[in-house]
């Protein structure tokens, strides 16, 4: 299973960018997946989750009502749509995906296939 995370880039205050992530190797409606970003010396931190299905969701209090999470199974690709960025929301971001279809964990550990990282850079 190969994770491919696209879509990052420079973008100014109160921009938006949608993310994408494509998996290979297996269908991606056999994963939970999920968002985290890092940025440098901090631990990666959880952004958003979805289930299988894309029924269920969970997004982080930081970027709730701006960062939604969304998939395409028939596509193989789940986004992060990103809207109102602030700096703060400069980091590395990264795809995961749990063998558990159900999955909307929050913790890194609970994810078995990482995506590569994509550059997010909010400017002011």
């Known amino acids: 299973v190969q994770l491919q995370a696209s879509g990052g880039g420079l973008v100014q205050v109160g921009g938006s960018l949608r993310l994408s992530c494509t998996i290979s190797?297996?269908?991606?409606?056999?994963?939970?997946m999920a968002w985290f970003r890092q940025t440098s010396g901090k631990e990666r931190e959880f952004v958003a989750a979805?289930?299988?299905?894309?029924?269920?969701?969970s997004t982080a209090d930081s970027v709730k009502g701006r960062f939604s999470i969304s998939r395409d199974n028939a596509k193989n690709t789940v986004y992060l749509q990103m809207n109102g960025l602030k700096p703060e929301d400069t980091a590395a971001y990264y795809c995961?995906?749990?063998?558990?279809?159900?999955?909307?964990?929050?913790?890194?550990?609970?994810?078995?296939?990482w995506g590569q990282g994509t550059q997010v850079t909010v400017s002011s």
């Open positions: 190797g297996r269908p991606l409606s056999s994963y939970g």
């Open positions: 979805t289930v299988w299905s894309g029924t269920m969701t």
């Open positions: 995961a995906a749990s063998s558990y279809p159900y999955s909307r964990s929050s913790t890194p550990s609970d994810y078995h296939y």
